[in-house]
């Protein structure tokens, strides 16, 4: 499975990005898509991912600001991220989980300055 992400950038705090990833490759079975952050000097970690059915789950600092969403005829998934937050600032990653393996995009970066 190979991710292409796209949509990072440059945005005051306050405004809004829109990430994009397209998976391509071995792509039935795909079960979990979704995002994850890295800001410097910390942890990935999960912002939101969501199911083959559509069920999703996000983290608490970004739950009503964020929204996910996928097309499964496309295999793509998106991220709508508003109301940016310079603590948003991180390199994102595309995720999909196959089969039990998860398989991660080269990342991207969103920068929020204040």
């Known amino acids: 499975v190979q991710l292409q992400a796209s949509g990072g950038g440059l945005v005051q705090a306050g405004g809004s990005l829109r990430l994009s990833c397209a998976a391509s490759?071995?792509?039935?079975?795909?079960?979990?898509m979704g995002w994850y952050r890295q800001a410097p000097g910390k942890q990935r970690e999960l912002v939101a991912v969501?199911?083959?059915?559509?069920?999703?789950n996000y983290a608490d600092s970004v739950k009503g600001r964020f929204t996910i969403s996928r097309d499964n005829a496309k295999n793509t998934v998106n991220l709508q991220m508003n109301s940016l937050k310079p603590e948003d600032t991180a390199v994102y990653y595309c995720?999909?989980?196959?089969?039990?393996?998860?398989?991660w995009g080269r990342g991207t970066q969103v920068t929020v300055s204040s």
């Open positions: 995720n999909v989980r196959r089969l039990l393996t998860n398989y």
């Open positions: 490759g071995s792509i039935s079975s795909i079960d979990i």
């Open positions: 969501i199911s083959k059915g559509g069920s999703t």
